[in-house]
């Protein structure tokens, strides 16, 4: 652990920095990120585990995230055509899932120290925090995790997997996306991020006692109308 005021110093300049492809595919590929682009490989979807949900799904793996990515803003501008995500960290797909997966499982291996950077001892960077009232949070992913983010942070500053970016056809919260504002201030342990999953991390979480869904039933946050926020 670190001190409270060098702690909220970083805080604070973190926040400041805030095969061939199938033929199926019909979703436009962002141009914009290599990562995504079939030639950049020799073999694109060479140790995936490719499935007919291509249309979904690139290489249809969702382990792998959506084929399509944000074009409007706000999104845009986190993870998708106006951002400075790459899916893959500049590794082919297979690759990506070698480094990041577990062999026997398949699922994402996660990084230690629940993904808090680490001092030059090997500590965590980490340290309680009072999120205040009207504070705006979000996160890519279901309300059963117990992590968020400061609304508006970058997608390649959270280190997450790009299967966060996956959601259902017609889903009510496109792109997993969820925002919330503080509605009763609460402690949080609150670090710079890890890199991980071929992100640079440096993003700030919030990492919570409770997981989002409790918090939201007990009135700690509240679910935000995006239609409010784009």
């Known amino acids: 652990m670190i001190n409270s005021f060098a702690l909220i110093s970083l805080l604070f300049a973190c926040f400041s920095a805030a095969a061939p492809y199938p033929t199926r595919q019909r979703h436009p590929i ?7 682009d079939p030639s950049h490989c020799p073999n694109f979807c060479a140790g995936t585990n490719s499935t007919d949900n291509s249309t979904l799904y690139i290489c249809g793996d969702p382990r792998l995230g959506p084929v399509s990515l944000p074009t409007a803003l706000p999104l845009a501008s986190l993870a998708g055509s106006a951002s400075s995500y790459h899916r893959f960290g500049g590794m082919c797909p297979g690759d990506f899932l070698a480094r990041y997966t577990d062999p026997t499982t398949g699922f994402f291996v996660y990084p230690i120290l629940n993904g808090f950077h ?32 400061p609304a508006g942070s970058p997608y390649a500053q959270r280190s997450l997997p790009p299967s966060n970016l996956d959601a259902a056809p017609g889903a ?59």
């Open 172 to 230: 009510e919260f496109p792109w997993n996306y969820h925002v919330y504002e503080v509605e009763v201030p609460f402690v949080v342990l609150a670090g710079p991020i890890a890199p991980w999953f071929g992100q640079v991390g440096l993003g700030v979480q919030f990492q919570m006692e409770k997981s989002v869904q409790r918090l939201v039933e007990g009135g700690w946050i509240g679910r935000v109308n995006l239609t409010a926020v784009s």
């Open 118 to 149: 680490t001092s030059t001892i090997g500590a965590p960077i980490a340290a309680n925090m009072t999120l205040q009232r009207g504070t705006l949070l979000d996160r890519f992913g279901s309300e059963r995790g117990n992590f968020m983010s």
């Open 30 to 36: 962002n141009r914009r990120d290599i990562d995504t």
